[in-house]
């Protein structure tokens, strides 16, 4: 089996006509944006290379360029979508099958819970003692988030 057949984030970068609209929120030849998966926290975003990247040093110039008006543009639309009071952009990819290069956006809501701030966040994460939003919810954040993404890109300077 190949990397690539392997991985869950290559198998979502796939053409794929049943696929969940969060599964593939916006997108360009370089990334993809989807709701992660089991989160406690609606909106909570991860954004994936196009191809197999298991390294954040292995992306491509054109990536790299890319990448950080993804996470300026993805923090905006969490601001304006959620109400969060910031953002955290996070990368790890060492979880077992999840190696494929992923940032979590992860709009932080304004009196979170000291318990989850920072590091911490990751306990609303998967984690089966904090249950994740409902799919209705999941649904309803990531269609609005595309719609806000489809809008023309606002400047934070104009
Ligand atoms: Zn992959």
């Known amino acids: ?15 794929n ?15 993809r944006v ?18 197999h990247v298991v390294t ?6 054109e990536e790299a360029a890319a990448l950080g008006t993804w996470q300026v543009r993805l923090s905006r639309a969490l601001h304006a ?3 969060c009071a910031k953002t955290y952009v996070v990368q790890f990819a060492e979880r077992a099958g999840f190696e494929h290069v992923h940032f979590h956006i992860v709009p932080r809501a304004d009196g979170l819970p000291e318990q989850f701030q920072g590091p911490r966040v ?13 799919s209705a919810e999941v649904t309803r954040v990531s ?3 595309h719609a806000h993404l489809q809008s023309p890109p606002l400047h934070a300077t104009s």
């Open 1 to 15: 089996m190949s990397a690539q057949s392997a991985c869950l984030s290559c198998v979502h970068n796939a053409d």
């Open 17 to 31: 006509p049943n696929r969940r609209p969060e599964h593939w929120i916006a997108s360009d030849e370089h990334w």
């Open 34 to 51: 989807a709701h992660a998966f089991g989160a406690a926290v609606a909106g909570w975003l991860v954004l994936v290379p196009r191809r």
């Open 56 to 61: 954040i040093a292995d992306l491509t110039d």
């Open 81 to 83: 979508v959620t109400g």
């Open 122 to 134: 990751f306990a609303l994460l998967g984690k089966p003692d904090q249950p994740a939003v409902s």
């Open 143 to 145: 269609a609005a988030l």
